[in-house]
């Protein structure tokens, strides 16, 4: 592949990796760990758990980044308020019958009267403080779409700040909107060079957050999965996943561990630390998924992935860039 094709497949790879996380993790959500091995045949993608997934298909993960997708396909500026608009009201519309809406997530999109940015924000600041609290994982699991809308640009700072501003729709605790930044710029930087800086990606995290950021991403490099308490909550998440990919020997930094097998360990890795395993494995899968690139992900996985609206692999395909459905 030349350089233009190695930097689609990446991007593809970025959403592909996220659905497959997704549904592979589906089955086992909020159990211990399911001590899987996953070795890249259809069996993997075996469907049920507690909501009865059909095999290959994506939860809410995947959902409610499609909506975010669709936006960037068809070039519009994820920092305008009419397409913060337009998300925030696929996302209400998505909810009034979806079986996995996360509880913060339902009680934001239920409260608004008008789907909208700004009403977002607002039921958004009203929940967390009557809680006292919005860490959750449910704006990190939704945020690989963004690191795709501004690709031509020569810096990551639209990117930084889009991710904080959709993830902000929902989830206003620092955490959380740090988590997103940290993430997708680590994506962006994944799909333009192969490669992640992991400071390049801290250094949009102001101090001194990104200090203990940095602590936090090291603690998980060394760690092991599943000891990082509740991984329904971003950090947590967000550690099981980077430990995911460290135990899997996938280093961010060097382009010659970015294999299939580093990716099917990753998303292994990322199931088998029990709890939240569909949104672990998703953010796992999408900066994995950059990392490796479309081409390495199994085809027997991909040919069952499916979900909401209706659309399969081909279509998450298009919809990143990658061609024709």
Not at 271 to 291: F, Q
Request: negative net charge; charged residues 20%.
């Amino acid at each position: 592949m030349d350089v233009t094709e190695q930097r689609q497949s990446r991007a593809t790879g970025t959403i592909l990796g996220l659905a497959l996380g997704d549904a592979l993790g589906a089955p086992y959500e909020f159990h211990a760990s399911p001590g899987i091995t996953l070795r890249g045949d259809q069996a993997d993608m075996c469907g049920g758990g507690d909501l009865g997934w059909a095999p290959g298909e994506w939860t809410d993960d995947t959902s409610m980044a499609i909506p975010i997708l669709r936006e960037v396909a068809a070039g519009a500026d994820l920092l305008s308020p009419p397409t913060q608009n337009r998300i925030v009201a696929a996302w209400k519309q998505w909810a009034a019958d979806a079986p996995d809406v996360g509880i913060h997530t339902r009680q934001v999109l239920s409260g608004l009267a008008f789907p909208a940015m700004a009403e977002a924000r607002q039921q958004a600041q009203f929940i967390h403080e009557a809680y006292g609290k919005s860490g959750g994982n449910g704006s990190l699991m939704r945020t690989a779409p963004v690191a795709l809308a501004y690709l031509e640009d020569a810096t990551a700072e639209r990117t930084a700040q889009a991710a904080r501003a959709l993830s902000e729709l929902t989830h206003v605790e620092a955490d959380a909107s740090d988590a997103c930044v940290i993430w997708t710029v680590a994506i962006r930087d994944a799909v333009l060079r192969g490669s992640v800086d992991v400071g390049h990606a801290l250094s949009h995290v102001p101090e001194p957050r990104r200090t203990r950021w940095r602590t936090l991403l090291a603690d998980a490099h060394v760690g092991q999965p599943g000891n990082f308490g509740n991984n329904g909550w971003v950090v947590a998440a967000a550690q099981e996943a980077w430990c995911a990919l460290s135990r899997a020997g996938l280093d961010v930094a060097d382009p010659a561990t970015h294999t299939p097998k580093a990716f099917r360990q990753a998303s292994e890795n990322a199931i088998n630390a029990g709890g939240d395993t569909d949104t672990v494995a998703a953010i796992t899968g999408m900066l994995a998924g950059a990392l490796v690139g479309a081409r390495a992900m199994p085809e027997p996985w991909l040919k069952v992935l499916h979900g909401w609206p209706g659309i399969d692999a081909g279509e998450l395909v298009r919809l990143s860039g990658g061609g024709p459905a």
